[in-house]
């Protein structure tokens, strides 16, 4: 199953950019959905988390209070609102799926992925 991700492009330093993921509609669960990015020259880093039954959220210290995980009401899709945003969130931005429930955070595994969009902050 691969996710698709809208919504990447180039914003200047200070700007904002919001980005999608749509949710599989296939027989798995989805109660955990994120947001990893993979900067030039970089491994690949959490970014935020969702545990879409209850709203919980888990960011990467470099963009709490920056960035904002969400859901909408029918649990369709998945946003990133990336504001302030600096020079170092440049990279490609992937959503990702867990499909166990329990633990929801950018430190356990996912299972399925987005092929990524791309953010430049120049």
């Known amino acids: 199953v691969q996710l698709v991700e809208s919504g990447g492009g180039s914003v200047q330093a200070g700007g904002s950019l919001r980005l999608s993921c749509l949710i599989p509609r296939d027989s798995n669960s989805s109660p955990c959905m994120g947001w990893f990015r993979q900067g030039p020259g970089k491994e690949r880093e959490g970014v935020a988390t969702?545990?879409?039954?209850?709203?919980?959220?888990h960011y990467h210290d470099s963009v709490d209070g920056r960035f904002t995980i969400s859901q909408d009401n029918d649990k369709t899709t998945v946003y990133l609102q990336m504001n302030n945003v600096i020079p170092e969130d440049t990279g490609m931005y992937y959503c990702?799926?867990?499909?166990?429930?329990?633990?929801?955070?950018?430190?356990?595994?996912?299972?399925?992925w987005g092929q990524g969009t791309q953010v430049t902050v120049s």
């Open positions: 969702i545990y879409t039954r209850g709203g919980y959220t």
């Open positions: 990702a799926r867990r499909r166990r429930w329990g633990s929801c955070s950018i430190l356990v595994d996912f299972d399925d």
